[in-house]
Structure formats: structure tokens, C-alpha cells
């Protein structure tokens, strides 16, 4: 694609990327057969190339408005274009180097910035985010049902194990995963233990920086993206061969830390070595020896392979491999690229089309009357416990069940 990039964004290496990335773009359409919303609603500025062309319009100095923002904020990041596209197009980073720039010429109505601003601050903060969710669940029987499905059930907190191992592997603990899900890193901590890795977290680290970032905030994800790193640096110095990710949309973003801070002088190597050690737990469970615990009874299970696993991180057939592997019986899913409409604050942001995605998303997931949903990402396994008729749940509980129900032995290492 040609472009008349102006020279005020042909300054700055936001604007210098966005414009490699759009001359790669031959507009052949192929993106907006799988693109979600433009299934949804059918209008091709509701599209990968609608948007894209957008973009350019943008970036060439045509007037932006509120209409652009709007479509831009419909898109859900899902990239599911990226997976289709033929020419490579790296759309999700194009769009939100679009929203970021569209964001300081529009401004948007005062409720909309202090939704923004109020997730921002609350969702990366544990603390605050603890607080909301105690007061939610206290008043719950006085809330709107609406509100209510979206209240996450308490979960017990099992212990860590206490070994030591030769072979450390650090996690990321993340922002809103440890207060509603902290059953997923103690299961995946125990089940690495029985094959002689240690998984360990850093005192400091927090949020991946994903909030932020996705809301056009990105000098306050880059703080966060920091903070992370010098909170990895030492235990990485001494030895840990892997950062884990048990939540895909944090991993996603984990791989991508060479590629936004490349361009700091204090952190890009550092970023680099981050992005390179980042690994999604299937990817370590995929080259581990798991004979030793598989089910003696098969239970059917549909697995969600959330965007950011699929078509963010390219890992494709890997959980459910593992899955197989230890005796579950996966159940076939229609158009399972398609997304659940969580996508980070999309649930809340775009709530009408988010919640037309999760109905199609359960009708498929649950069509062949799976025991359990499995997924890869705290969002997604949030956003559709709230309507599945079924328990949602991550898929290394469900690998800690089998290897319980095994009955393997004390350890593998």
C-alpha cells in the first residue's frame, strides 16, 4: 500500500513503524472474513481493512473524529487477522499505535474518560482491586443481577510447594489472576514440582502492563514493563531459565517487551532477553514427561483457545495436546478462532457486542455437552463463567486432576 505519511509523524518511530506496517498491507480483504465485529455488525470500517485504511487517513493528516475513534475502540485486538492476513501485517501493533494517536486529538465524553481512568488504576492495583471485589461480594445481594454474573466465586487457597529444585522457573503473578484465580499458579506450581521444577515469583513484579497499554497509556505500561524487569533481573542472573505465563493475555505482552522498549537505551536489551525467556506453560508442559498422570475414566472437556494464545502468541494445538495426552476428551468447536468478547476491559468498554461474542462463543463451546470449559486466560475464564451452564476453568487444574487421580508417584524428577 502507498502512503503520504506527514512529516510530523515521520519524526517519531511510533509513526515510522506504523507506516512499515501499513505499506505491507496490499488490502486484499482476506482479514475481514475472520474479524469478529464486522461479522457482527457488517461494516467495513468495522473491519481490519476498514480500519487500517482509517489509520492511513490518520497518520496523512485527514481530519480524525469521534466516528474514528469509535470504530477503532470496536476492535478487539483479537488478532485474528494477523492469523489470516498473507502478507504478515502486524495490525494489532498498527492499531494501537492508531488509538494512541487518535486519542490525543479526540476527547472523549467525560464518563468515558473517567471509566478509562478508574480501570487503569484499579484493575493493575492489587490492592484496590482486592478492596472492590470484598465490597462487591458483601453487597452482592443487594446488586443488579447484571452485576452480580460478573462477580467472581471465592476460591480456596491451596499451599504452594515448599521444595527446592536445581531447575527455577519464575511466574508472572499478574494483576487480577492471584485474587480471583489463585487456584491457577498453586496447580501449576505443584504439578511442576512433581517434575522437578521449582516455580517461583518475584516479590516486586506486578502487572504485565497490558491495561495500559491497550488504553492508550503507554508511557504508564512502559513503567510497569520496567518494574517487572528489575524485579526478574537478579533471580534471572542466577540461574531462571524461564518466565511463565499461566494467563495468555499477560504472555502476549511478556513476548513483546524487546519490541516496546526497544527503543530505551537503559532497558532494551534487558526487554529483549525478557521477551526471549517469556514462555506460555504449554510450552513447557509440551516437552515435559506426563505419562505418569493420566485419567483412568475420560471426561469430555471443549477447550477455548483464547486470541492471544492462538493469534497473539501463535500457539496453536498445544494445550490441547497436553490435554489429550493425559486422557481428557476434547470436543469439537465451531469456528473456535473466533473470540469469547472478553479481550481484556472490552467486556466492560463494549458490553453489547462483547456479550453477543460470548453467547456465540458458549453455544459452540457447549454444543457437544462438554463436562468442563477449559481456557488459557484469566479474562476469557471470567467473562464466561458468568452465562456457561458448565464450571469454566483453566486447563492446568484440570492436569492437576488427572495427575491426582493417577495417583503418580511422590515425584518424577
Known sequence: MQTQIIEKYLKTAE?????????????????TATCPTYQLLGDELDGPRGRIYQMKQVLEGQPVSRTTQQHL???????????TCPSGVQYGRLVDIG?????????????????????????????????SLGLGRLFSPI????????????????AWPARSHQRKMLVLDGCVQPITAPQTNAASARLLDRLGIQLINAKNAGCCGAVSHHLSAPEEALVAMRRNIDAW?????????AIISTASGCGVVLKEYGQLLQHDKHYASKAEKISHLAKDLSEILID????????????KVAFHAPCTLQHGQKIVGVVEAILSQVGYVLTEVNDAHLC???????????????QQLLTNKLNALQADSPEFIASANIGCQMHMATQADIPVMHWIELVEQAADRSKPSETLC
Open 73 to 83: 475502540d470496536r476492535c478487539l485486538s483479537c488478532r485474528s487477522c494477523e492469523t
Open 15 to 31: 509513526g515510522q513503524e506504523a507506516e512499515t506496517i501499513l505499506r505491507s498491507c496490499v488490502h486484499c480483504g482476506f482479514c
Open 340 to 354: 469469547c468478547g472478553s479481550a481484556g476491559t472490552y467486556s466492560i468498554l463494549q458490553s453489547k457486542l462483547s
Open 143 to 158: 446488586l443488579p443481577k447484571q452485576l452480580t454474573q460478573k462477580i467472581p466465586i471465592k476460591q480456596t487457597v491451596t
Open 233 to 241: 533481573w537478579p533471580l534471572l542472573e542466577q540461574g531462571v531459565e
Open 99 to 131: 488509538r494512541h494517536i487518535v486519542e490525543a486529538q479526540v476527547t472523549r465524553p467525560l464518563v468515558e474518560r473517567l471509566q478509562r481512568l478508574l480501570l487503569r488504576k484499579l484493575v493493575p492495583n492489587q490492592t484496590l482491586f482486592r478492596l
Open 288 to 299: 515435559e514427561d506426563l505419562t505418569a498422570f493420566k485419567l483412568n475414566n475420560p471426561i
